[in-house]
Structures are given as structure tokens and as C-alpha cells.
């Protein structure tokens, strides 16, 4: 018996329409890669395990899908490990493949492997799936595409500026206006730990901190008060709790709270000439703010921090965030290449512009003109006819067979075709077809020997 | 210590020039698709294990790639399949999905599983990598992309005119001119063994058929006497295997070989319709030729069967091929669908454009203007430039710190930038920029109120 079809866990089919505005998507954040100057990689699905296992901590080694050695991969496990029965002792011994978890470690893989023939700064763009063995939930996906952007070899301050600059090029090319695109500086964080005098609790701290817009100050009093954190250090911060204002009064408060400590300081004046370029060159729709609760990705971000968050008045976590990182490449051996990156959040994006109607009307329009098919000889006029305004580039079909007449312009109307084409008997004999135009319903007759005429109106 | 980087066997990486040029083939092709009424669907990396086991063989079944279970998966394991240590017996208890083999079965599983949504016939094109367990070797990877487009729902022989058509339309437009469209009919070889009465080597025939270019009409008799193909059946095929002149000569002497049978005759009044029509509509640049030796994937074609070779004098095997099939769904329990699909195969195709030097020279060129940085106050300047082109679409970039000279040229040599923009302390002064023409190498001044006058030259 024939078995019933079902689709792995965690996984999705994309049905046509889902595919054009995926791609509408991709194509215009493709589009200012490349005009930034940002140049395409790609990095293979699967990647020997060594290169990925250990780099995401332990949950991240437990999230990577790991691929079965091929043949008989079980004469070279030794006796010890199968008699353990020991899953990780065993997956050492029979799988030396994995799935990308991310395009980050492949990426500093790249850049480690090709250094001889990359002209550095060395700006990428990759957009590819990856895959984690997470419980699949509402929204999280087993695999899913990560679209990154990244400069490597640069600590110039004006790759943080072309970034934000990056996200507002194509948050208003796809017409989600007011983006909020949060900034915030690692050394900042580690500035304010140092002059409270919690240099050690710097993760405790922000973790807490980051908790402001939901449990409130005395929320995060509590919590970091649980932490250890010191009375007098959580004085000592009280001005970070109700920072609010313009970018430049903050950046003064800021300046005033952290001018004893170095990297504060630092933090403060890198944070300073972000904003004040970006103030210099304009932003087309979006909004730049700081925000010293921002902490994302602490461990491994060094300096820029970067979130976006959706519209006002949208319910979605963010849409895209980044950072600069001080050793990417580390890992594998290539030291001191600083880098930054930002990425685009594909699966949120696409529900916010769906949630906005933003996706333009024509993307579900995959076939501008259909002929009807009456039957073998006018059939093949309608080819004909096909056959020209496919080499004019316009999307266009024959019904394949002569089918009830009811039953092909049913096939137009679920295909969302704006022209149908009549050739039939008639037709033939004048040597001319009939265009119903299938939105106003009205009918007009072209010659069959002048079709651009038909085609100039489109 | 740092681990030494390296990438799993029989996979690749793809630098940027790599990657556009192979999206420069995808582009072409995808545009041609869907002016022919194609839609792309996507469908998941993994699919279950049952999905795709069983149907491609037992060399197939070998060579998919298993993904291991998550978490204790050694638990699951009955104690005697444990200690049978018998691998194939294993698999199944700690590997549920498997990565993609062809995009075929997934495409039939999306069939059966979205038919109330889709609309017959159904022309959908995919493209996406599949991965096979192969021994590496030169030309054969692991991981490599499929690009196919099918139509299921329609036996109108109109869908195998298109596939030409579009053959034709995507091989014109990448330049390469004079490819051979070869085209036979399951039906005429099934006719053949049936008028020569060895119905039951079918197969054995057509497999030494296949051989007639390689090792001549000596060889194929010879192998065919081995198969136990009778004397008289190698005497009554002979006219097959000197077969030559127009394809409507050929038509004629399948025609009378094959009058007695009814299988024979409506294979060669397929081809009959589909050389006629061809022949009335036209082709640009491709050949279409009758080639009967053509059998690839004999046990899965019902009808129509295409292969593309390369132009002549381009040592390549088929850069393209596909058919017609009966029962695509029915392994999924949806019979009577019957379908059609050719598939472009994009690495040999890439290799060929590479060697006839075929990809535009402008596909290297990632960044039109690069703006050489001179310091802070004039890299504003030039920020302020490189924003303005950027939003005009041009490509545009500021080196990001200002570095020597020299290297900020040669770093526009090797992007093969094709204009460098000065703007120095003279030029901020007076209000103007300088482009540098790296082809030519002559210098021309604009003024930084109106860069429009220079992206106008562009």
C-alpha cells in the first residue's frame, strides 16, 4: 500500500506564493548589500564536526544535527564505546559530519581557509539556511534562512555607521517605516560595571538590566540585589534606570556617569560618533536610539551592539541585530581580524510585512496572459502567439488541452491571470485573437499579425 | 591550541565571483521559467527517512545522507538489534530523516500533500542542493543543486514542445549557441523490443543501444549476442543502428520498423507531433535531432525523453536532460497524475561558460566607485557622496580608514574597481571631487553640489 506523505518536524514546504515574497524580501536586501559593497559567499550545508562542535557552548553542541557516516560505520566503533552505550561517546565514533548551525563559524572558517586570495576589509554577504534540533514551537523552525552581513579586518567606526545606515536603505524599500534601530556599546556595559565596582558581575548586572521595559526598577533592584550586587553600586546606577531624552542628552549622562573609567569612556565616545555621523548624514525613515539595556550576544560582542525593533504598535521581538566582535577568526588559528556584522531577521520580517499588507499586489501575479486552448489547430496559433510574448519577456501560457471552456477560465481566475487570450475558429479564419481583460471584464481584438500592439498596452 | 580549518570532503565553497556567476546562470534560467508560466516551490533539506528510502534503489538508499537523532537516541535501540552491531539494522532505530537526495520525491510528497490548494496542471520549478553520499571525485560533490521545472496534471504533448522551447530560450540567451536537443520516446524503444521479439530485454537492448556512438555497431551486436538477444532480433533492429538523415527521414524508418506495433507507432506519432510542431514554430539556436540510442532513466519514463549535449567541439557530457513519467504521485498513493520535467545541469553548464569564456566580464565588477580616505573631516565628505550614489543604485563604497595610498589603490585595483573618487583637503576646500578612470586613466573634477553630472556618465 501507498504510503501517506508527511513533512519532517520542525520543517516547511513554500508554496509558490511564499517563495515570490520570500524572495521579494531577499532580492531587495540583496539589492543595498550590493550597492554598500558587500560581496556574496557560500558555505557548504554540512561541515566536519570539529569545526562546528564546542563554538556555540553546550546547548549549541546538543542543537547541531549530526549526519551518520556513510557505510558500515559501526565496525570502527571500539568495543569500549559500544559497550558504554554512551550517546556522546558514540556520535564521536559514527558521525564526523554536521549540519551549519549558523553562517557565523563557517563564515570565520572562509575567511581562514581563503585569506591569501581576500582583499581585507573583506565585506560578505551570505544568505543560507541552518539548522537546530530545537523543539519546534510556533515560529521556531528547524530550519530557517540567516541572511548576514559582515566587514572583516576594519575597526573603522564607519563600518557601525554604513550598518545603520544599511538597515534604514532597506527597511524603507520595503516600506516598514519607523524602525527602531537600538545601539548600544559592550564597553559601555563593562564601563558601568567597572565604576559601580561590580566588575565581576558585569553579565548579572546587564542581564538584569535588560529586564527594565518588562519588570520595571524595582524589578531589577530585586534581581540584582539576589545577585549580590551591592546597594551602593545599584546607587551608583540608579541614573541608567530613568535615562531617557534625546541620543545627546543620554550620551551626557552617560559621559558624566563613566568619565573614571577608561573604557567607559571609550564606549561612550565611539557610541558618541556613531550617532553624531549618522545625525550629520540623515536617515530616511528610520529612528536611531540608544540603549544601555541592549546586551545581546554579551560574550562575544566587543564593542557597536545593535537591535532592530518593528514599527510601533507591531507585536514582534526584533528584526535584525549585529555587533562588533573582536576575534571571529581566533578559533582557527588567524588572530587580531576585527569585524562587525548585522543580520536581518527573513521569518519575522516577512510576518510584519504580511501583518502590514506591505507585500506589493503583483507578487501573486505569476502569469500575465493566459490563451484558452479550443483545440488542436487554433492551438497552435496560440502557440505562435505564446511564443512571442515569452520572447518579449511577458509571463504567458497556453492551456494545454481543449478542455471545457468553464474549466480553463476557472485555471485563470485561481492563477490570478489578468488577460485571457481567445483564438478560436472565428478568430483563425480573421487572423486575430481577443483579449477579455479579466479585472474591468471588458474585450478587445488585436491582429495576429501585429501582437505588439497588444503587448505595448500591457 | 587552534584548530587548522578545514571543509568536509566533497564540498565546496563559493567565493563571490563563483557565486555570480552561478547566480548569473539562475537568473537567466529562473526568468525563463517563469515567462513560461513556472513557479518555484521550496521544499525542506531533511525530509523523513521513509519519504525517500526505497525510492531510488539500493545504491540509493546507500548513498542519502542519514541525520543521527538528537539527544540519548541509544535508548530507543532494542537490546538485539544493539547487539547485532549491524549497521543497516541501526540506522533505522537512530536516524528518522534524511537529507534530500533529488528534488523529484520531495516534489511529488508536496504534490500529494497540497493538492486541494494546487491548481492542475501544475508547472513548478525548483532549485535548490541535494546531497549525496558519493565517493568525491573530480566533477562529483557532495552537495550540488538540482534545477528542475515539471508540469503534472497535463498529458498534452504541448508541455514537451515547451520543454524544447525553453531549452532553447535559456541556452540562446547564456550564449551558448548550437546545443543538440535530443529527443526519443520510451515508447519507440518498447516497440522496437516488441517487433523484434525480445519484449523481455528491453532493457539489456536499449543499455547496449546507449553504446552505438562508444563502441560501434561491432560492439553493440556483440554485447547484445551476450544478453541472449537472438540473431534474428539483432537483424530485424539493424536499420536502428545506421540510422541517419532529417529527422522526418528517421520518422519515415521508425514509422515502417514499428507499423506492427500499436506501443511503437503512437511513440513515433509522439515524436512525429513534437519534431512538426518544433519545426513550424521555430527555434533560435538549438538543434533538435532524433536520437534513439537515448535511454537514461529508462525504468522511469513513460513517454517523451530529452537529453542536451553541449555544442560541438566542447568535450562535456549532457548539460541538461529529462521526460515524461506516468505515475510520479503514485508512490504516495495519488494516481493518474501524469507528468513531464527537464532539469539544467549547472555545474557542467558553468564549466562550459567558463571555457568558452561566455560569463559577461562585469559579473567581477562588485563595486563601481570606491572613494579613497583621506581623514576624518574629508571621509565625511565622501560618506556623504558614497550615501547619495548608494541611494542612486550604484554600487559605491568609502575605504574605511585612511590608509596609505598605495594600499587604498591596490585595493581598487583587485576589486577591479572601475572609478576611484578623491576627495582631499583641496578638493574639500573647494567644494569638489575628482574621479579617477581606472581603465583609461584619465581625471575629471565634478562638483559635490551636483554629483548627479558624474552618476549621469555612470
Not at 549622562?253 to 564606549?267: A, H, N, P, R, T
Not at 476557472?410 to 472565428?426: D, F, H
Amino acid at each position: 500500500m501507498a504510503q501517506k506523505p508527511s513533512i519532517a518536524k520542525g520543517t516547511r514546504d513554500f508554496s509558490p506564493s511564499e517563495v515570490n515574497k520570500r524572495n521579494y524580501i531577499f532580492d531587495i536586501v540583496k539589492k543595498h548589500f550590493k550597492t554598500y559593497g558587500f560581496q556574496p559567499i557560500e558555505t557548504p550545508s554540512f561541515e566536519n564536526s570539529e569545526t562546528l562542535m564546542g563554538k556555540y557552548g553546550d546547548e549549541g553542541d546538543r542543537l547541531i544535527f549530526k549526519i551518520l557516516n556513510s557505510g558500515d560505520y559501526l565496525r570502527k566503533v571500539d568495543d569500549k564505546t559500544y559497550e558504554s552505550k554512551d550517546a556522546t561517546a558514540m556520535t564521536a565514533k559514527i558521525s564526523e559530519k554536521a549540519l551549519r548551525y549558523d553562517l557565523t563559524v563557517p563564515f570565520a572558517r572562509y575567511v581562514v581557509m581563503h585569506q591569501n586570495e581576500i582583499d581585507f576589509p573583506f565585506k560578505r554577504y551570505q544568505i543560507q539556511p541552518v539548522w537546530r534540533a530545537d523543539r519546534p514551537q510556533k515560529g521556531r523552525f528547524r530550519e530557517f534562512f540567516q541572511c548576514d552581513a559582515d566587514v572583516v579586518g576594519s575597526d573603522s567606526l564607519l563600518q557601525e555607521v554604513e550598518f545603520v545606515q544599511l538597515y534604514d536603505a532597506v527597511f524603507t524599500e520595503l516600506g516598514l517605516q519607523g524602525v527602531n534601530i537600538k545601539l548600544n556599546n559592550r564597553k559601555i556595559l563593562a564601563g558601568i560595571a567597572e565604576v559601580i565596582g561590580e566588575r565581576d558581575k558585569l553579565i548579572d548586572f546587564t542581564v538584569a538590566l535588560d529586564k527594565l521595559d518588562k519588570i520595571g526598577i524595582d524589578g531589577i533592584t530585586k534581581e540584582m540585589r539576589e545577585k549580590g550586587i551591592s546597594e551602593k553600586a545599584i546607587e551608583a546606577a540608579a541614573p541608567l534606570f530613568s535615562l531617557s531624552g534625546s541620543n545627546l542628552e543620554q550620551l551626557a549622562v552617560l559621559k558624566d556617569l563613566l568619565k573614571d573609567s577608561e573604557e567607559g569612556s571609550k564606549g561612550v565616545s565611539e557610541l558618541t560618533f556613531i550617532i553624531e555621523t549618522i545625525a550629520s548624514l540623515g536617515l530616511q525613515t528610520a529612528k536611531l536610539t540608544i540603549d544601555v539595556t541592549l546586551a545581546r550576544g554579551l560574550n562575544y560582542y566587543t564593542g557597536a551592539i545593535f537591535e532592530v525593533g518593528a514599527p510601533e504598535g507591531v507585536q514582534m521581538g526584533s528584526i535584525g541585530g549585529g555587533g562588533r566582535y573582536d576575534d571571529l577568526t581566533g578559533i582557527f588559528g588567524m588572530k587580531n581580524v576585527s569585524g562587525v556584522g548585522i543580520s536581518f531577521g527573513l521569518d519575522r520580517i516577512y510576518l510584519v510585512l504580511e501583518e502590514l499588507n506591505l507585500f506589493p499586489e503583483a507578487i501573486d501575479q505569476s502569469l500575465e496572459v493566459l490563451c484558452v486552448n479550443f483545440g488542436e489547430k487554433e492551438g497552435l496559433a496560440a502557440l505562435k502567439l505564446v511564443s512571442r510574448l515569452r520572447k518579449m519577456g511577458v509571463k504567458s501560457d497556453l492551456y494545454p488541452s481543449a478542455a471545457k471552456m468553464q474549466k480553463q477560465m476557472k485555471y485563470a481566475n485561481n492563477r490570478n491571470v489578468p488577460y485571457v487570450v481567445l483564438i478560436g475558429e472565428e478568430e483563425l479564419e480573421n487572423n486575430t485573437f481577443v483579449v477579455k481583460n479579466m479585472l474591468i471584464g471588458d474585450q478587445k481584438t488585436y491582429s495576429l499579425n501585429s501582437p505588439e500592439e497588444f503587448i505595448n498596452e500591457l
